[in-house]
């Protein structure tokens, strides 16, 4: 690879040789240190490769062994560079074209979001438009650590963000939680109520008075722990009391019901075959249809295969190619089998449960009964599962107890 | 003409002194004696050092003389790659080499 890439810089011919002493010829050569390359038969003649420096040297050589010879083939940078001296204009074209890529990597061309679950890239790239951080801006005006720390305000339950910068793109990585929800940080002072009716199966209390235990029965509302700490005195008689966040690990038993009714008679796309193709190009945001076709359809899904135009992995340039395709289709009324009815309600089933899991929520018990009733196929049915069951309220100052300090003072 | 003969034998099968130091001392006989070394990958490519010169370039078939003698080589689509002052590297189908 090394020696092709010199033989290029140096410039390579390839030489046919005639005449009746080319053994001699080549010998000569060798005794002259001239190097010789790819020596063989094409259609009867002998040719071989040398660099292009050397031809001169062959003169006397072609003299002495009464040879003759013809060069074929020219190709190396000497001979490009002779090409282009003639096409000068091209020549520029190339350096400017070159001038302009390089330019075009003092900007941010594509944002891309990875790492997301429950927000939408477009979510995230439309705050980032809000901040004036779209594709076009300069790098230099990119302020990574101000990004994070936006979206990280921003949305409350993206835990971790990390903005990079590489090439002509910008990476927001973002990690979210969706194991349990981040409660807004209070200025008061709370406490943790139920947020659903639960058995507690286990509470760990950090800060706060535990007001109920492991397998009490709570109705949503009630208070799990409080955020009044009672001081009490020498006589077990309440002197003081302290307000606090109240901060615990409380998991309930909870049950979920779960009813829908699918209607038997659906209506569905059928895809009549009929479609146009049109081609585009864009050039930042500025679409330019190459092909337009106009469509008489009456109802169409529109299709659009995007590709975005890359130099090398992370040198995006702005400009984005194309197709867009316009189905024809039509409604068709059907109706579900009992069969096919059943598999439906199960499908949706699945997906409410999925949530629980996707969660990270424990299932303990599930239970489902499919019936068909009239025109619809009607599903309903319980899932049992252990959460965190906590949820924050602020102390209300009439929840505050009376502290009796009468008895107090005529102790001392 | 019998002892003519029989000396012409006799001097055919003597061994020189730098071959009996070669095979005494087992020394490289490519470095003592320069003799031709060729070395072949597979029946492609061929590397031969020590040679004097090219007396037969063709196709099918090549032709180098070395110090002790003349190599041909006979095959197809023959092409010598590079060749210098030491050193010759032939490339293309190589059916036979035999030593003269």
Known sequence: MVQ???QWF????????????IQRFFNICRANELFLRDIQTENGQTVFSMNAAEVKKLKPILKKTHTRIRILKKKGLPFLRLKIRKKRS???GVILAGMMLYSLTFFIWNITVEGNYSYTAGEITDFLNSMQITGGILKANVDCDAIEKAIRNQYNDITWVCAELNGTRLIIHIKENYDTQIP???????????????????ILTRSGTPLVKQGDTVKAGDILVSGIVSVYDDNGEPMDHLLVNADADIYGETTYTY???IPL????KE?????IVNYYCMIDRGRLLLQTQKTEFADYDRLTDDHWVSVLKNFYLPVHYGTETIREYRWVDKTYTEAEANQAAEADFNLFLEKFIKKGIQIIEKNDTIQIIGENCVVDGTVTVVEPIGKVRPVEQSELPEINTEGTEKTE | ??????LKKQKENRISAGEQAVHVLNLPPDCVLGDALLSAIGNRTLYIENYSRILCYEDDCIRIECRHGMITLTGARLTIAYFNAHEMKITGKIEQIRFS
């Open chain 1, 10 to 21: 140096c410039g390579t011919v390839t030489i046919a040789v005639f005449g009746e002493e």
């Open chain 1, 4 to 6: 092709h890439g010199f």
């Open chain 2, 1 to 6: 003409m019998k002892k003519e003969r029989r």
């Open chain 1, 271 to 275: 895809y009549t075959g009929n479609e």
């Open chain 1, 90 to 92: 091209f020549a520029v």
């Open chain 1, 265 to 268: 008679s659906y209506r569905e």
């Open chain 1, 259 to 261: 009813h829908k009714e």
């Open chain 1, 184 to 202: 807004k940080e209070e200025v008061d002072p709370y406490h943790l109520t139920a947020k659903r009716d639960a058995v507690v199966t286990s």
